[in-house]
């Protein structure tokens, strides 16, 4: 009696390992597909950020630049004469300015004057 219970339980095995092994390799297939499917779409989002972060900080350079080269013509013009003129000058740029907090001036040693 040993060998049909033995053989029932050897069928049942190689059943729940016939019926079980499709399943877990669509799984794995599942699984891979997913994430690379995952991956390439993180790589185009991270692209797509990094461009509108470029191109921000691109604008942002440009603008301050735009607002330092007429803050340097206005100075090299002469048309301010004093000290106190160009502070007052240079409190308007930052106060129009949406780029700067301060600036200031340097000597020829790079010290604030």
């Known amino acids: 009696?040993?060998?049909?219970?033995?053989?029932?339980?050897?069928?049942?095995?190689?059943?729940?390992?016939?019926?079980?092994?499709?399943?877990?390799?669509?799984?794995?297939?599942s699984v891979h597909y997913f994430e690379k499917k995952h991956f390439e779409t993180i790589s185009e989002l991270i692209d797509i950020h990094a461009s509108d972060v470029s191109a921000e900080a691109t604008e942002f350079l440009r603008d301050t630049h735009s607002s330092l080269a007429i803050v340097v013509k206005i100075l090299n013009s002469g048309l301010l004469r004093d000290d106190a003129d160009i502070n007052?000058?240079?409190?308007?740029?930052?106060?129009?300015?949406?780029?700067?907090?301060s600036m200031y001036l340097l000597d020829e040693d790079y010290r604030v004057t």
């Open 1 to 29: 009696m040993k060998f049909p219970s033995s053989f029932r339980q050897s069928l049942t095995l190689h059943f729940v390992v016939v019926a079980a092994m499709p399943i877990l390799m669509i799984g794995m297939f």
């Open 88 to 101: 007052r000058y240079l409190q308007v740029a930052v106060n129009e300015s949406s780029s700067f907090e």
